[in-house]
């Protein structure tokens, strides 16, 4: 019998992370690296393993990630959005408790755009009075 796998895809900001899990021991692989390898901040792989703890199963699924684009912090919070949408494919009993955590919404900020006329998105350039 093959193995149920359970594809989602997260993003955040820039980031966009394709998320596989299948039934294993907890072993994470992020573009064919370790977790702790491509994302050597602590918080973030405490922030990634999120929706996995929450639901008590991070030692049931193996995952999968292939992320681009964004920074590394965008990055981590595509994967972990990835993992919550695969994880409410898998077992539809646990989207209410990953609702409520908030995990499967998407954050929705993004980076303003420069305005014309200006520095920045909001930063002008210095007025002069004479």
């Not at 898998?90 to 998407?106: E, I, N, Y």
Request: include cysteine; charged fraction near 30%; hydrophobic fraction near 35%.
């Amino acid at each position: 019998m093959a193995e149920e796998i359970y594809w989602a895809t997260g993003r955040r900001k820039r980031a966009v992370a394709r998320v596989r899990i299948f039934s294993g021991k907890g072993v994470f692989n992020i573009n064919k690296k370790p977790l702790e390898k491509y994302f050597p901040i602590e918080n973030l792989c405490v922030f990634i393993k999120q929706p996995l703890v929450s639901t008590k199963s991070i030692d049931k699924y193996d995952v999968t990630a292939n992320v681009k684009g964004g920074g590394i912090s965008g990055q981590a919070g595509a994967v972990r959005h990835g993992i919550a949408r695969a994880l409410a494919k898998a077992d539809t009993g646990l989207k209410k408790t990953l609702r409520s955590f908030g995990f499967v919404t998407r954050d929705p900020r993004m980076k303003e755009r420069k305005k014309y006329g200006q520095k920045g998105a909001r930063k002008k350039f210095q007025y002069t009075k004479r």
